[in-house]
């Protein structure tokens, strides 16, 4: 069992930049790969990047490619997303999951990810 906790969300200006933590506890931190996810009210949830447990393997969906940047620091239990360029199209409800590695690949798909927090909210204002 993981627990996951986000944080770092707020309202900017088109063009700013704002990094989320999620930190998390419980189970072992080493043996889960990690992905963030996002979600605007009425429509699905939406892929964003995944890292794998080792960091060796990074994925971004092609919206943010270039101007977010996934870590993660296993020391500290904890995975980042460093957001610049931010858009007005970038507000959403950010999502951190995890999902076991267990030799499986780093996935875009939120069904595949077991463990959630509860998200938070990211606005970016024109």
């Known amino acids: 069992q993981v627990q996951l906790v986000e944080s770092g969300g707020g309202l900017v200006q088109a063009g700013d930049s704002l990094r989320l933590s999620c930190a998390a506890s419980?189970?072992?931190?080493?043996?889960?790969?990690m992905g963030w996810f996002r979600q605007v009210p009425g429509k699905e949830r939406e892929f964003v990047a995944a890292?794998?447990?080792?960091?060796?393997?990074?994925g971004y969906a092609d919206s943010v490619k270039g101007r977010f940047t996934i870590s993660r620091d296993n020391s500290k239990k904890a995975v980042y997303l460093q957001m610049n360029s931010l858009k007005p199209d970038d507000t959403a409800v950010y999502y951190c999951?995890?999902?076991?590695?267990?030799?499986?690949?780093?996935?875009?798909?939120?069904?595949?990810?077991?463990?959630w927090g509860q998200g938070t909210q990211v606005t970016v204002s024109s």
């Open positions: 890292i794998s447990w080792s960091g060796g393997s990074i």
């Open positions: 999951a995890a999902r076991f590695s267990a030799f499986m690949p780093i996935s875009s798909a939120d069904s595949d990810y077991s463990w």
């Open positions: 419980g189970g072992t931190f080493r043996s889960v790969h």
